[in-house]
């Protein structure tokens, strides 16, 4: 059990605002945050295996990542009541999944695991247009090719879809 859920909370949101890998959100500390230019930028990650913070996944990962204002306000709020340099404990794995679980049942929501917050970040960019290019810079990836993967894949199906609907409608 997280002994303060708004904290919890907070990890939550981050992840699903950003699209972050759970070990970067770990690592997140006060100064990551530049909530004037409204940008968060991803330089470490929290390695549960050593036990430590290390350097991201790949060279890609090292990025900025701007926020959106809503989250812009919610970490104002937080950095004005709370002074500790770290936003996160290191949870084990588990906790986390324990308490998300938790989170959506009680919301009433479908059951995901904690990674499933970063391919919802994905799904609903690319729902509402965002360019793929983009995308793949904004979380890290090293290249389109493992955005456009089998887990993205259903959603890019749907657009397709849709999109070729559109350019039938055109001729007609």
Same mark, same amino acid.
Not at 9 to 14: A, R
Not at 29 to 32: A, G, H, S, V
Not at 77 to 80: A, H, L, S
């Given at each position: 059990m997280i002994e303060n859920t708004d904290r919890f909370?907070?990890? +939550?949101?981050?992840a699903i605002e950003t699209g972050a890998r759970y070990g970067e959100l770990l690592a997140l500390?006060?100064?990551?945050f530049d909530l004037i230019k409204q940008? +968060? =930028?991803i330089t470490k990650s929290y390695s549960s295996g050593a036990k430590m913070v290390t350097?991201?996944? @790949?060279?890609? =990962?090292?990025r900025v990542i701007p926020i959106f204002s809503r989250l812009t306000k919610t970490m104002t @709020? /937080?950095?004005?009541k709370n002074d500790e340099l770290n936003l996160f404990s /290191?949870?084990? @794995? &588990?906790t986390v999944q324990n308490n998300l679980r938790r989170m959506l049942k009680s919301a009433g929501a479908h059951q995901i695991r904690f990674h499933g917050l970063? #391919? =919802? #970040? +994905? =799904? /609903?960019?690319? #729902?509402?247009?965002v360019d793929i290019d983009y995308i793949s810079k904004r979380v890290g990836h090293s290249n389109i090719g493992i955005t456009l993967s089998v887990v993205y894949s259903h959603m890019l199906k749907e657009?397709? &879809?849709t999109q070729r609907e559109l350019a039938l409608n055109l001729s007609g």
């Open positions: 909370h907070l990890l +939550v949101l981050i500390t006060r100064p990551d940008e +968060v =930028s350097k991201p996944k @790949n060279k890609s =990962s090292i @709020n /937080y950095f004005n /290191y949870w084990s @794995n &588990q970063r #391919h =919802s #970040h +994905v =799904s /609903y960019l690319l #729902h509402n247009g657009k397709e &879809q």
